[in-house]
Structure formats: structure tokens, C-alpha cells
């Protein structure tokens, strides 16, 4: 991993430590599975923190730009799934 995560300086700790487990979650569904549970829990809290769509468009997309994992299509995917399955991107 040679990129770093899009944070704002102006979250809180735990609040930046919930958003890198989130972008890191989309990762993991790229490289190998994770659980739509899981991830759709991720995403609840992502959103809380930033519940602007412009805002999510914004840090979604510094975080595609940098690392080639979209948000957005890993998280349509999910929503798509049952609770238990795994969400792979491969």
C-alpha cells in the first residue's frame, strides 16, 4: 500500500480511526472477502461521520484515485447481498 487514506483534520480520533477501518474494509473486499455485515456496519458509522453526499463523493473519490477501490461499488454490492454473505470484488 502505497497511498494514504483522504482523512479531515478536524474529525476526532475515534472518528478517523472508524473511517480508515471503513476505506480499509472496501480493501479487504478487493484483495480477498469481507463480510457484508461487517462492512454495511463500516459504512453506518462512515456515514454518520460524514453524512454530506458531496462530501462522501469527495473522500470516495481521493480514496479511488489513490488506491483503485471504490467505495461506491463496494458498498452497492453489499447492499445488494444477504446478511452472512461475503462481499468480493475480485
Known amino acids: 500500500m502505497n497511498y494514504?487514506?483522504?482523512i479531515d483534520e478536524t474529525w476526532s480520533k475515534q472518528e478517523i480511526i472508524d473511517?480508515?477501518?471503513f476505506y480499509s474494509l472496501v480493501?479487504?473486499?478487493?484483495?480477498k472477502s469481507v463480510k457484508r455485515d461487517e462492512l454495511m456496519l463500516a459504512y453506518?458509522?462512515?456515514k454518520q461521520i460524514v453524512?454530506?453526499?458531496s462530501e462522501e463523493k469527495q473522500l470516495c473519490g481521493k480514496?479511488?484515485?489513490?488506491?483503485g477501490y471504490s467505495c461506491y461499488r463496494t458498498v452497492k454490492k453489499?447492499?445488494?447481498l444477504?446478511?452472512?454473505d461475503k462481499v468480493s470484488m475480485s
Not at 480493501?27 to 484483495?31: D, G, K, R
Not at 480514496?63 to 488506491?67: C, G, I, L, R, Y
Open 82 to 84: 444477504e446478511n452472512g
Open 63 to 67: 480514496f479511488e484515485k489513490e488506491s
Open 19 to 21: 473511517v480508515v477501518n
Open 44 to 46: 453506518t458509522r462512515f
Open 27 to 31: 480493501e479487504q473486499a478487493y484483495e
Open 4 to 6: 494514504t487514506y483522504p
Open 78 to 80: 453489499a447492499k445488494e
Open 51 to 53: 453524512p454530506s453526499k
